[in-house]
């Protein structure tokens, strides 16, 4: 199982972007996914999530401005990005928790995307 993660880049403050996470290879189910973000000199936090039972959660900094959703039928996750600040500026990974067809559950990590964003 792959994840491959884009939309990342250069945006103003007040900004939209899309990010997309496209999962890849024989996966048989897929349980819960996520959209982390890594400042830099920071540890990776929770930006978002979606539960197995279609439940989001989102950190409080994004509340109101990210919307996390996705597709399991086309292994796709999504983060809408609005009215983004100074302190977006991170690279974001995508998270998915995955039943492959052959193994255990686990989760899978993307490569990161980075969204910088500019006064």
């Known amino acids: 199982v792959q994840l491959q993660a884009s939309g990342g880049g250069l945006v103003q403050a007040g900004g939209s972007l899309r990010l997309t996470c496209a999962a890849s290879?024989?996966?048989?189910?897929?349980?819960?996914m996520a959209w982390y973000s890594q400042a830099p000199g920071k540890q990776r936090e929770l930006v978002a999530k979606i539960g197995s039972g279609g439940r989001t959660t989102y950190a409080d900094s994004v509340q109101g401005r990210f919307t996390i959703s996705g597709d399991t039928a086309k292994n796709m996750v999504y983060l809408q990005m609005n009215n983004l600040k100074l302190e977006d500026t991170a690279v974001y990974y995508c998270?998915?928790?995955?039943?492959?067809?052959?193994?255990?559950?686990?989760?899978?990590w993307g490569k990161g995307t980075l969204v910088t964003v500019s006064s």
């Open positions: 290879g024989n996966i048989l189910g897929i349980y819960g």
């Open positions: 998270n998915l928790n995955v039943r492959p067809v052959v193994g255990s559950r686990k989760d899978y």
